[in-house]
């Protein structure tokens, strides 16, 4: 089921700096962002597991996205192993969780695929580190801040995270994470408004992801 490795997907994670965190019921929406944001330069795209179609629309968009042959899609917002299932079943190529989930941790073994949970504490990543998950999701970033990540580091330095929650597109914000040492930032509400959803091309968002993009570029040079 799974066409990119673990390797291959934490490659693709840091060498975009960003992974943008969205949802929508309208298909033919997610189709359009995941156009723009590819075009941007994007190639790791978190779909979120909220509203009561999200699955229906997932696996609409994953054969979708199969036009793309270094996209990598995945679901995030997963609590159970049900819901787990599902979406890899439908070809997320990754499950993200808001909290560390061990029997999800479980499940991923049972098909080699690629775990990302939530943790807020150096105690829940040192326990994922060691259930053999590649990247953490620090979470909710806005509440743990730069200096958790910098703090994680110094004691965990070969770990690799990717703060999600409040991370927003500006010099100040990004250069504060990249510099305390995350892998990648994941993106959601401050990079998508409901402005951007206006029209036949999403040109705006388009560009905002690009500058986004050249933003950590900068900064991680």
């Known amino acids: 089921m799974s066409r990119f490795s673990k390797e291959e997907i934490v490659v693709a994670m840091e060498e975009t700096g960003m992974i943008p965190v969205f949802n929508h019921t309208d298909i033919s929406i997610a189709k359009k962002v995941l156009d723009a944001s590819y075009e941007a330069g994007i190639r790791v795209f978190e779909f979120t597991n909220r509203g009561a179609n999200a699955l229906a629309v997932f696996a609409e968009l994953n054969k979708y996205a199969e ?9 995030g917002t997963i609590f159970d192993t049900a ?5 890899y079943e439908a070809g997320a190529q990754f499950i993200v969780s808001p909290a560390l989930i061990p ?3 479980e499940y991923t073994k049972t098909n080699n695929s690629m775990y990302i949970p939530g943790c807020g504490s150096v105690t829940e990543v040192y326990t994922a580190t060691q259930l053999g998950c590649k990247v953490i999701k620090v979470f909710p970033g806005n509440v743990l801040g730069p200096a958790f990540v910098k703090a994680t580091k110094a004691v965990l330095p070969q ?4 703060p999600t929650g409040g991370v927003a597109p500006t010099q100040e914000n990004l250069s504060a994470w990249f510099n305390a040492g995350v892998c990648c930032v994941g993106m959601g509400s401050q990079l998508f408004k409901a402005s951007d959803f206006e029209g036949d091309t999403f040109t705006g968002l388009t560009n905002k992801i690009q500058d986004t993009l050249m933003l950590i570029k900068t900064i991680r040079n």
């Open 67 to 75: 036009q793309y042959k270094d996209l990598v899609l995945g679901i």
């Open 83 to 87: 819901s787990a299932k599902a979406f």
């Open 103 to 105: 029997k999800i941790v």
């Open 159 to 162: 770990i690799k995270l990717m």
